[in-house]
Every structure is written in C-alpha cells, then in structure tokens.
C-alpha cells in the first residue's frame, strides 16, 4: 500500500473529516456509479443509512447535508463551505435533489436520510449503505462504503481486503515500521524528510510537491485567521462562544522573543492558533486534515510555533516539517487507526500530537533518531484518550484537546532534540499499544456521544 503525504494532509471542510468529508465523498462516489454504470436517467429515489458513530453523532457533525452535497456532486476539496448548509436547508424545503447536477429526483429527509446509530456493519464504526430506486420502486443499484477517518473511503471490497487505500504504486523507500524507516534512513544517510521526499516524487516531480505542501501551509494559515477574524456562537446548540478572536486582541500588542523552548508567551500563541482552527472546523470552515478533522489544530499550531517563534526557521523547514510529520501519521494508519470512531481520541489527538512533535523535531534539526524519540513521545502521552464529544459535536472537549496537544507536541520535540535519540519504548511499540489500547476501549468511548464528558455535562 502507497500513502502520500496529499492523503495524509488534504484540504476539506468541518467539522468532522470521518462524518463530513467522508460522507461527502461516498455520496459523490456513489452518484458518480450510477452514472457510469448508466443508471443515472432511471434513478427516482435515493436512500443513505449511517450506522454506528455515523448514526450516533452524524447529525452534530453535519453528516447528512455533507451527504446531500455529495449525491449532487460536490467535493469537500473545493466545496464553499459557506454553501453547504444553504444548499442542503433548500434541498429539504423543496424536497427535491439533483443527483451530480444531472438527474432530478425527489426527496424526503424523514425517509431519505436515516441515522441508525444502534447498528453496526461489519468493517468498521463508520458504515454507509447507499441505496437507488427507479419510478417504479425497483432497486437499481446500492453499495456500501466506509469512512476509515481522516477522510480516507472505501468500498465494501476494500473494507474487506484492508481498509487503508488502494494504490500499490511501488516506492523507491517503501517503510510500514518506524524500524524500517530508521533503517532505510541510516543506510542511505538521509533524513525522514528526504525519504519522504523521494517516495512522492513517483506521483509528482519535487517541484509540485514543494508547491503543495506550501499550499497546504496556505490553507493552514488561512484557517487561523479566519479564526481568529470570525467572531460569535459555535453552531450546533451548545452555545460554544468562539475564543480566538478574544484571545488574539488580548496577545496581538505583546512583543515576541525568539527562542528555542517556548516561554508562556508563546503558550499563549499556541494556544490561539489551535483554538482558531479548531474553532472555525467546528463552525464547519475550510481547513487541513492533519490528519483529521478533530485534530486538526495540532499540527497548525506548532507549525506556526516554528515559523514565528523559533531561531532560524525558514519555507525548507516548512516542508520538512509536513513532510515528516506525514511519514509518522502513515504509521499510525497502517498500524492502528486514525479514526476515533474505531479507537477513541488518542487515535486523532494522539496521532496529531505526535506528528506534529516529529515535523518540529525535524525542522529543528533533530536526527532521525530523535525525531522518532519525538513522535513516540507525543503518542505515549495521549494512550486511552477517549473520544467523548458532547452533543455529539467537536466542540467540547476537542477546542480545548487540540490546544492542550499542541503544547504536549512542542514539549516532545524538545524533550527528544535534547537527547540523543536513545529510549526505552519504540515507537512502533507505543503505536500497537494504541492500537490494542482502542480495541479494548468500550464503544461509548468511541465518538458516540454515549459515555465520558458526553453524558456527565448538562447541556444548557
């Protein structure tokens, strides 16, 4: 299996990647089926089932207008955020859909969309059934697909095999342990980055690559000034007041040091950027996956450390960073999971954390060694996180988690770069740990809005 750092890191909308990306993209696969099976000019109805945490929390995390969207034919990359409530409000009003923008069919939210929040298929929490009738009721088509997390899709057949992606693209330093991408990288004398760098190159040359992770970088840095610039209640009911734009008129007038370990000034930076993004993911913005939606503060947030607070920083050590930070987030997808649906927070929060402890380490001119040090550290700390989002939506506790794992990140890489690289725990060993750790997590604890804060917090 081939993941790059463009699946690790993509561009897509809030507030969730597993229940709104997701989703989104298999209804837009599902569509773009009946049209190429040439089935589109016969379909009259379509039906979307949810199971698991798509049925428990999917309506809080805009399940069901990014699957409208999706079955019209819009993508969560490009998609104005802006438009997608609206669409789907006038979707319901006139009970009417337009499959790919092609075939207009009716429909009815009541019978059409359905959260089955109880039920569970066999792959994975994260389970869609798709289902298509002609004027006369017969079924002409239905397929399965599942959100693996991180805005990862797959089919039923895929689900079956894997569940990670289906690209066998063969790479010049193919790794699937952090032992074999130290390996890999003390034989041939290279950095995790430039590995990295010479196994994307088989999808693009280096000049494109370098082109997208800067604009990935972009999007990033545009997710924190919107959130910093928009103000006003988080949408959903719990009455979140954004922080950010407070937040930063409180810091905006303090002077900056430059540094190696951050002062509290800085924490108070830290803490801004990641409750920006995480804020306006939650009020269902554009941002990065990094690698989830969730989590998506982490890696923004110690990568705007960097660049503003650390001695030396520079667009190279941008680039390393993302891309280090994307070989670690390949590791924990190939060897446990990313989905807190399938193994709590410490699958979202976890894993961010320690990317974004391995990208800093590496930009900071860690070794490889130290960089592994880094991530395996950011990981140790976050076992048995549990994902507990009341009312089902990634406000509370997530703003917060991400702020609280940004600085666990910048603490991790400074721990590591400080050392020289040796330690009791591998990596490898604290990612099966976290896989195990998930496995044995009661499903309540799974992003089901069933268990932990979720049920102990009286909602206002």
Same mark, same amino acid.
């Given at each position: 299996?081939? @993941? ?57 995390? #805009? ?43 009716? =429909? ?6 359905? =959260? ?6 066999? /792959? ?27 805005? =990862? ?6 689900? #079956? ?11 010049? /330093? ?17 950095? @995790? ?22 604009? @990935? ?88 450390? /960097? ?57 900071? #001119? ?64 604290? @990612? ?29």
């Amino acid at each position: 299996m081939a @993941i790059s750092l463009f699946d690790m890191l993509k561009v897509g909308i809030g507030p969730s990647s597993s229940h709104t990306v997701g989703p989104m993209k298999a209804a837009q696969r599902f569509a773009a089926s009946l049209q190429s099976d040439g089935l589109l000019p016969q379909v009259a109805r379509v039906q979307c089932q949810l199971y698991g945490s798509l049925g428990a929390t999917g309506r809080g995390h #805009g399940s069901g207008p990014a699957v409208l969207l999706g079955l019209e034919g819009y993508q969560p990359e490009v998609v104005d955020p802006a438009r997608v409530p609206l669409r789907a409000q006038a979707i319901c009003e006139q009970s009417r859909l337009w499959l790919l923008e092609r075939q207009e069919i009716e =429909f009815d939210e009541s019978r059409d969309i359905c =959260f089955l929040g109880h039920e569970l298929l066999p /792959y994975h929490a994260n389970g869609l059934c798709f289902s298509a009738w002609d004027p006369s009721g017969e079924l002409v088509s239905q397929r399965t697909y599942y959100s693996v997390g991180g805005g =990862f899709v797959v089919d039923e057949a895929a689900a #079956g095999a894997d569940r990670i992606v289906e690209d066998d693209t063969p790479l010049p /330093y193919p790794f699937h342990t952090a032992r074999e991408l130290l390996n890999i990288c003390e034989e041939r004398d290279l950095s @995790i980055a430039q590995v990295m760098m010479a196994n994307e190159q088989v999808w693009r040359s280096e000049a494109e690559v370098r082109a997208g992770i800067l604009d @990935i970088w972009q999007v990033m840095q545009e997710c924190v000034q919107n959130g910093i610039r928009n103000e006003g209640i988080l949408p959903g009911g719990l009455n979140v007041k954004r922080r950010a734009p407070t937040l930063y008129h409180d810091l905006k007038n303090r002077n900056r040091m430059d540094m190696i370990t951050p002062s509290m000034g800085a924490l108070d930076w830290v803490n801004l950027y990641a409750l920006a993004v995480n804020e306006e993911n939650a009020a269902g913005g554009r941002m990065v996956t990094a690698p989830t939606n969730g989590a998506a503060g982490i890696i923004p947030a110690v990568l705007h450390y /960097y660049v503003n607070f650390c001695p030396n920083s520079d667009q190279e050590g941008v680039i390393n960073f993302l891309l280090t930070a994307s070989a670690i987030g390949i590791l924990f997808k190939e060897n446990a999971s990313i989905s807190g649906a399938e193994v709590g927070c410490q699958g979202e929060v976890g894993s961010a954390c320690a990317m974004a402890a391995a990208g800093l380490a590496e930009a900071a #001119g860690g070794t490889p060694r130290q960089v592994e040090n880094a991530a395996e550290i950011g990981m140790e700390h976050n076992l048995g996180l549990t994902c507990d989002p009341v009312g089902g939506l990634v406000q509370v506790p997530c703003i917060e988690r991400n702020a609280m794992a940004s600085l666990k990140a910048i603490n991790a890489a400074t721990l590591a770069v400080r050392g020289n690289g040796e330690h009791f725990v591998s990596l490898d060993r604290v @990612i099966a740990t976290m896989n195990v750790t998930g496995r044995d997590m009661l499903d309540k604890y799974k992003e089901t809005s069933r268990g932990g804060l979720a049920v102990n917090v009286i909602e206002c």
